[in-house]
């Protein structure tokens, strides 16, 4: 991977603004919040004390997954070169600096927005219900989740599929993935075990860093005509969740008919690549 050193100015430069943007716009939250809360009464405490509390209570959760997810893009920003270019081989520092984008280009700018809309859905955590700020969470998971069809597109139109796109996205649909769940369980709209999806996905990239660091085979996940269409089931069914639409009593019953099968395919993921469970078996 091309290390930061040898990432264009120009493109280290573009991260700096894009942070500064995400910064800038976790405060404008914080302090938006605070006066929207205003309006129906403190939650911490009479009095400004209380409602400047209620921004800060949410910016800390946020600003630490956004932190994460920025140092994440700046980590891999050397990875901002087509996909094309993964061929396994060592370049020299001169030919991989080439090869990198000097701006992050649409689709990654896209999939950044995301991760923003995704740390900002992780501050309700710290925030209890109330119907001033219902429908916020449903609001910014949602509207993640449907840009995540419009960078691929952009990528796929545009011709501007990097590694650093491909990254991008599989970290924060995991993010996704984990902090969504999570505040619909702080807000009581879904039952503690739906959490048993985020620890899937982190079970089943442990399992596969182990076999790979005691130098057991593992196999590569070939298609499959599932595996999206159950991914795509469970944003929806988490967007609606975190909705005032879904009462618990509702959200229950039905988050085991839609954890059920992702769960399974977890499973069976982790047998293919443990070598357990043959390709040819596999949807």
Same mark, same amino acid.
Not at 120 to 133: D, E
Not at 234 to 248: E, R
Not at 261 to 273: C, I, N
């Given at each position: ?61 946020? *600003? ?57 859905? *992780? ?25 995540? *069809? ?20 599989? *970290? ?112």
């Amino acid at each position: 991977m091309t290390t930061v050193r040898n990432v264009p100015s120009a493109l280290r430069r573009e991260w700096v603004a894009v942070a500064t943007a995400v910064s800038a716009l976790l405060l404008g939250g914080a302090a938006l919040l605070s006066v929207a809360v205003a309006g129906a009464g403190p939650i911490l405490g009479p009095g400004a004390s209380g409602m400047t509390s209620v921004g800060v209570r949410w910016l800390l959760p946020a *600003a630490t997954v956004a932190a994460f997810e920025l140092w994440f893009c700046l980590w891999y920003l050397g990875a901002n070169r087509p996909e094309s270019d993964d061929d396994g081989s060592e370049t020299d520092s001169l030919d991989a600096r080439a090869t990198v984008y000097e701006s992050l280009g649409a689709p990654n700018l896209v999939t950044l927005a995301r991760g923003a809309l995704f740390a900002a859905l *992780a501050g309700f955590g710290a925030l209890a219900p109330r119907p001033g700020i219902a429908w916020l969470p449903a609001l910014l998971y949602g509207t993640g989740c449907a840009l995540d *069809a419009v960078d691929g597109f952009l990528a796929r139109r545009g011709d501007r599929r990097t590694l650093l796109g491909a990254k991008l996205d599989l *970290a924060f649909d995991t993010t996704g993935f984990l902090v969504a769940p999570v505040v619909a369980v702080l807000w009581g709209q879904l039952p503690v075990w739906y959490l048993s999806l985020s620890a899937a996905r982190y079970l089943f990239k442990l399992g596969r860093g182990l076999r790979r660091r005691r130098g057991k085979p593992v196999y590569d996940l070939p298609d499959s005509v599932v595996r999206r269409p159950l991914a795509g089931v469970q944003m929806a069914f988490i967007t609606v969740a975190l909705s005032p639409l879904l009462s618990p009593a509702t959200a229950r019953p039905l988050a085991v008919i839609v954890l059920a099968p992702s769960l399974a395919v977890f499973l069976r993921d982790y047998l293919v690549v443990a070598g357990w469970y043959g390709e040819s078996d596999l949807a």
